[in-house]
């Protein structure tokens, strides 16, 4: 049985394995000030052309996107979020449970764009309702498409007019910056953004994401925020040492690059038997729309999710490769995939 369920199945890069056993016999600062996380944080504000910015390593995604938008918000202020966008759907009222309410909106292929947050906007005009104040979109988002250089801009320029902050959860960046037909930058993130995040998690480290804040009024007591969540790791160099690692030789591209190069050969494949797809993904997760019967027996020898019913004949499952997905495991899935197709051939219903 072979899983294609997620991008955090795997441990870490070796790289990175090997980087936490020398750190561990060395004595570190607590807290996030050991010289591992400030290297970290100087090359991630380098790449992002951003001495400025100030960088935080958390452990994981809700709780960065948690910590990160209550501190930016005040108490009536409100976060305008994709219906599929992952605080709205994914993060168990994460957000909410901060006293803030997540407005969601229909988005297309997972994205959002001026005019959804406009229509906000329009609906929200005093103080006997929310105040719409940020702007959370993610890339790659849920359904794995990514925004194009145009649309961040666009994005930016409709925020910064309107005086709202626009977030970037980043917890599959790597994937986003290295699709085939990514335009957008590290730099540009550093541009457009009021704060992003960097995801480890799901891109070759054991744990951790590194938030990077760009406008400077929202900087102020982050620190105190994040130790009041309980996010605060005594033993902070852990995460540090890790993005110390991946941004050292680019191994963070590389890895992502690898991940999506799985993912596309997967994509090939089922496209080539005349399926299609819940969405245009450019990266490493894919939602191909299944025969239920294909998927019943595709199911035996491999670890997916289910994600959508269609019809009563044929759902989207999501396919996920990683950094770690070995091309022999994609191999063996098309193989199977065409000779379970052969088995059902006539029952299933081809998009
Ligand atoms: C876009 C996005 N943001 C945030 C998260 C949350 O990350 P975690 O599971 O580490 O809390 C995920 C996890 O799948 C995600 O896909």
């Not at 009222?93 to 959804?116: M, Y």
């Not at 457009?192 to 951790?208: E, M, Q, R, V, Y």
């Not at 309980?230 to 852990?238: H, N, R, T, V």
Request: charged share 25%; hydrophobic share 40%.
């Amino acid at each position: 049985m072979y899983s294609f369920r997620n991008d955090y199945s795997e441990g870490a890069h070796e790289k990175l394995l090997q980087a936490l056993a020398r750190a561990s016999v060395e004595q570190n600062a607590g807290y996030g000030y050991d010289r591992h996380s400030l290297a970290a944080a100087e090359m991630i504000c380098h790449a992002a052309a951003r001495p400025d910015a100030d960088v935080h390593f958390l452990s994981g995604g809700t709780q960065t996107n948690m910590t990160a938008i209550s501190a930016f918000l005040r108490p009536y202020e409100a976060a305008i979020a994709a219906e599929t966008g992952h605080i709205n759907v994914r993060e168990t009222g994460a957000i909410e449970a901060t006293g803030h309410k997540v407005i969601a909106v229909p988005g297309k292929d997972g994205k959002l764009a001026p005019p959804q947050i406009q229509a906000v906007l329009n609906s929200h005009l005093n103080e006997h309702m929310v105040k719409p104040k940020l702007v959370y979109v993610s890339n790659s988002t849920e359904l794995g498409t990514i925004y194009s250089k145009a649309e961040m801009e666009a994005l930016s320029k409709y925020c910064r007019k309107r005086d709202l902050i626009l977030y970037l959860d980043g917890a599959r960046l790597g994937a986003a910056l290295t699709a085939p037909e990514n335009d957008l930058t590290l730099e540009d993130l550093g541009r457009l953004t009021d704060a992003f995040f960097i995801g480890g998690t799901k891109n070759g480290a054991l744990f951790g994401e590194a938030l990077v804040i760009c406008k400077h009024a929202l900087k102020q007591d982050f620190r105190y925020l994040v130790k009041q969540n309980g996010a605060m790791l005594a033993k902070g160099m852990a995460v540090g040492v890790q993005f110390e690692e991946l941004f050292r030789d680019r191994l963070y591209y590389d890895l992502a690059a690898h991940a999506n190069q799985m993912a596309e050969l997967l994509k090939d494949a089922i496209t080539a038997e005349g399926f299609g797809f819940l969405a245009p993904s450019a990266t490493n997760q894919v939602f191909p729309i299944l025969p239920n019967s294909l998927i019943k027996k595709l199911s035996r020898d491999y670890g997916f999710e289910p994600w959508f019913k269609v019809d009563e004949n044929t759902s989207a499952i999501r396919l996920v490769t990683s950094w770690a997905t070995p091309e022999k495991e994609v191999k063996n899935f098309i193989e199977d995939f065409k000779n379970c197709l052969k088995q059902v051939d006539g029952q299933g219903k081809k998009i």
